[in-house]
């Protein structure tokens, strides 16, 4: 199956890294190369490094950019990202962007084992390597599993599920995602089943947790907000409200100036902003795309500034 991935705020998200020519740009999420593409258009002499742990996306983008000479393309997780520009000679960047989602792609191949609406085999490594959701869900205790539930997916009958998974495993190994899908199902009671499809945020907190997206999450930002030139820009695309938090969170301690208690007279902590936002609120995408491409209706972007470095 070939690798394609319809790119979520393409426009909203390279116009908001305001970029120069000669600039150097980070796409640490490459997936298929969408917003890739549109920095490289806008770069003469500059430098693009495309970053993705799956390595499918790798083959694809260098593959796409190969006669580009403004192209860098490396295989790592976008938590190595300020490792990787080092270790090719970059100190700053001017822009990094950071595309939370998973790729169309691989929620439509069904072998990857994202998708509850497919048979295959329990996987959803980004990278192909690791811990696998078939690890968790056949070895982690029914506790382990509820908080994975709880924290990754808000699910409500996140202990009911994980109570039935443990019960239905000592039976048979839960070996693919509609085994898993039909016990999240009778799991759940009928009135609950009308909104969404039972087993969507249990699969996304499997997904979060097998692939470290949380932890990995407000490091990432910091790496990348470090790494940035003053007058630089990091934009990050959110797909839920668990990243949109760490992000809003984030960004809004980099914008945040004097920390003197409020009875001080004048301030003696020195403290400005870091960072300014560059939109008061999120972007989100427009009707329009979101009717094109359903996936993309939950996405946010928040942009920032950078003015110093951290305090």
């Known amino acids: 199956m070939e690798f394609s991935h319809t790119t979520v705020l393409l426009n909203e998200a390279v116009e908001a890294l305001n970029i120069k020519s000669d600039g150097i740009y980070i796409d640490a999420t490459a997936g298929g190369g969408g917003h890739s593409a549109k920095i490289l258009e806008k770069l003469t002499n500059g430098v693009l490094i495309s970053i993705d742990r799956d390595p499918d996306a790798i083959d694809v983008v260098k593959k796409r950019f190969e ?11 976008y938590s190595e990202l300020k490792n990787v520009a080092n270790s090719l000679g970059y100190l700053k960047a001017d822009g990094v962007l950071l595309d939370l989602g998973v790729s169309s792609w691989q929620f439509d191949c069904a072998e990857r084992g ?11 490594r980004m990278s192909k390597e690791g811990v696998s959701a078939y690890d968790l869900v056949n070895t982690y205790t029914a506790e382990q599993l509820s908080r994975i539930f709880t924290e990754y997916g808000e699910e409500k009958f996140a202990y009911k599920i994980a109570k ?52 990995a999450l407000r490091p990432s930002l910091e790496s990348a907000f470090d790494l940035l030139e003053n007058g630089g820009r990091l934009a990050v695309i959110t797909f839920h409200s668990i990243e949109d938090r760490i992000v809003k969170q984030c960004m809004s301690e980099w914008t ?10 004048i301030c003696v902590c020195g403290r400005t902003p870091a960072a300014k936002l560059v939109y008061k609120h999120p972007i989100i995408p427009s009707n329009e795309e979101i009717s094109r491409n359903n996936r993309s209706r939950s996405a946010k972007l ?6 110093h470095e951290r305090y």
């Open 67 to 77: 006669n580009n000479p403004c192209s860098v393309v490396v295989k790592s997780n």
């Open 256 to 265: 945040k100036g004097c920390i003197c208690p409020k009875d001080f007279p």
């Open 302 to 307: 928040r942009v920032c500034e950078k003015l």
């Open 114 to 124: 994202f998708s509850y609406h497919k048979e295959a085999p329990l996987d959803m």
């Open 164 to 215: 039935l998974i443990e019960k239905k495993r000592m039976l048979e190994s839960i070996e693919t995602t509609t085994q898993l899908a039909d016990i999240i199902s009778s799991a759940y009671p009928a009135a609950a089943k009308r909104d969404a499809h039972p087993a969507r945020k249990v699969f996304q907190a499997l997904r979060i947790a097998v692939n470290g997206e949380i932890e």
